[in-house]
Structure formats: structure tokens, C-alpha cells
């Protein structure tokens, strides 16, 4: 079964010139929907993919020391807002724990627990598998240019950013 239905739809309907920017919104959406459905079917700890892909990143990062908001957020290249909301769901079901540092109060600690090592060490084999099904059929030249072309684009946006 499709995963993302009304994704599929609205592709179909575009016309065959679309912009490229509706093309990777649109991928990136069956994208997040088919890790969320994924993660739903196979693990039983009631993760989103955003949350899982957090969890992976806390426990890359706490091989470089203590982990906070702040460095999710830049490995995440996810909003203030949706970092903030997925580690707070994430403590709620006891992933992770937070707390302030010793020498800035606002500065949020971040720790894995037991559980989230657990969910983690999941998550691995489930988003090895997604990746898998996400690159059938592309051979490693396709990859490589098509992250090149990703990473030009995602340049000319932080260059426009900067710049506003």
C-alpha cells in the first residue's frame, strides 16, 4: 500500500514541469510519512520519525560530551520550536531527561535513559531499512550528485537568510 495517499494524488495531479521546490516539499513529505508510518508498524514505543531521528542524534553526540537543545537543533536542522516540542515529548514518555547546567541555568542538559538507548538501538535497523527502500534503484552516482544538488540548494538558503 501507498503510504500517503494524498500525497501520491497531488503529485499526479501537478503537471510534469513542476517546480523543484514543490518537488522536494512533496518528497520530503512521503518521505516523513512513510518513517512515521514505518516506526508505527514495526517498534512498539510510540515514536514519531522526527523523535527517533533525535534520539539517534543525542546518542551520536553524547560520544562528543554533554548534549544540549541547542546542539539537537543544529544536527536536527529542525526549528527552535519542533526541537523543543519533540525533546519534550521525548522526556513525557521517558527517552530522555533534562535538566539545567551547572554553569547556565538555561541551558537544557540533555541524557538518554535507559529506555531511549533501547529505542534507539531500534531505531537503527528500522531507519537502515528506510534507507534501504528510500535509494532502490539510485546507483551511488545519483546519490552523490543528487546531494550535491541538495546541498547547493540548501547553500543559496542559508545565504539568503543571512543575508535578511
Known amino acids: 500500500m501507498f503510504v500517503c ?10 503537471s510534469d514541469k513542476k517546480p523543484i521546490g514543490v518537488e522536494i ?3 520530503s513529505n512521503m518521505i516523513k510519512c512513510y518513517i512515521d508510518q514505518i516506526l508505527s508498524e514495526r517498534l512498539d514505543f510510540g515514536l ?10 543525542i546518542f551520536r553526540l553524547e560520544d562528543k560530551g554533554i ?6 537543533m543544529k544536527s536536527s536542522k529542525a526549528s527552535k520550536s519542533t526541537t ?6 521525548l522526556e513525557k514518555k521517558g527517552f530522555i531527561t533534562m535538566g539545567p547546567s551547572e554553569e547556565d541555568k538555561r ?5 538518554l535513559t535507559e529506555r531511549g538507548r533501547e529505542a534507539q538501538a ?8 528506510i534507507r534501504k527502500v528510500i535509494s532502490q534503484g539510485i546507483t551511488e552516482e545519483e546519490e552523490n550528485l543528487l546531494r550535491e544538488m541538495l546541498e547547493k540548494i540548501q547553500k543559496n538558503i542559508s545565504r539568503k537568510e543571512e543575508e535578511s
Open 48 to 57: 514519531t520519525g522526527i523523535e527517533g531521528m533525535i534520539l539517534s542524534y
Open 5 to 14: 495517499e494524498r500525497f501520491r494524488i497531488v503529485f499526479n495531479l501537478m
Open 67 to 72: 548534549v544540549t537543545a541547542r546542539d539537537v
Open 84 to 89: 523543543s516540542q519533540s525533546l519534550t515529548g
Open 25 to 27: 516539499r512533496t518528497t
Open 122 to 129: 531500534e531505531c537503527r535497523y528500522v531507519f537502515q531499512d
Open 107 to 111: 541551558v537544557k542538559i540533555i541524557q
